[in-house]
């Protein structure tokens, strides 16, 4: 229902008078404010970790494993917002015999990274691991049916390259080396 003298617009219905646009606009202010303000005791994710922008880029990786070299091609890239760094492992023989994508990221609540294996293995033996950053190295410590399976990320500085040391764990319970790969450049 409308006053006299109220301003129409062209459908019959009143203009909001300049009180109404300041509520609108206090309405509007609050809304946007409120979807940009993390819920209480979240935290947004920093973008590209230093550590992990570290390990991005392509690299050449020498595995070593049970007394032979084995050579694959590395490519990693900061994906979905660069909330994760992807690593694409392919061994370089044609066709390849291994390959993996493996996402890794950071969990701001839990203060760990994550990493979220995949491989030829298929859906059997993919597995996500968490690691404590122990300076520039990740444990990443993966939960599989048949015991613990550690892998480890070294990022060496001071010569650009990193070493991933992974382990599997004997019946006696010791670490027994699977394999050590080194990627460079």
Known sequence: M??????MNGRGAPLPTSAGRRRAAGLLAAAVLLW?????????????????????????????IRGTEVDNSVQAD??????????????????????AIVMLGWQPRQQRYVAFWTDT????GAAVGYAK????????????PDGPFF??????????TWTFRLESVAKDG???????????R
Do not use: C, K
Not at 2 to 7: L, N, Y
Not at 133 to 144: A, C, H, I, M, Q
Not at 174 to 184: G, K, M, V
């Open 121 to 124: 293995f298929g859906p059997a």
């Open 133 to 144: 950053r122990d300076g520039d190295r990740l444990p990443f410590v993966f939960d599989y």
């Open 2 to 7: 409308t006053r006299a003298g109220d301003a």
């Open 36 to 64: 940009t303000v993390p819920v209480r005791g979240q935290q947004t994710a920093p973008r590209r970790d230093p550590l992990l922008d570290a390990l991005a880029g392509r690299w050449r990786l020498t595995r070593s």
């Open 174 to 184: 010791t670490r027994q080396l699977f394999a050590i790969d080194r990627l460079r």
């Open 151 to 160: 892998n480890t990320f070294e990022w060496n500085e001071r010569d650009s």
């Open 78 to 99: 900061w994906v979905l917002g660069d909330q994760f760094l992807r690593l694409h492992m392919r061994d370089v023989a044609v066709p390849p015999r291994y390959e």
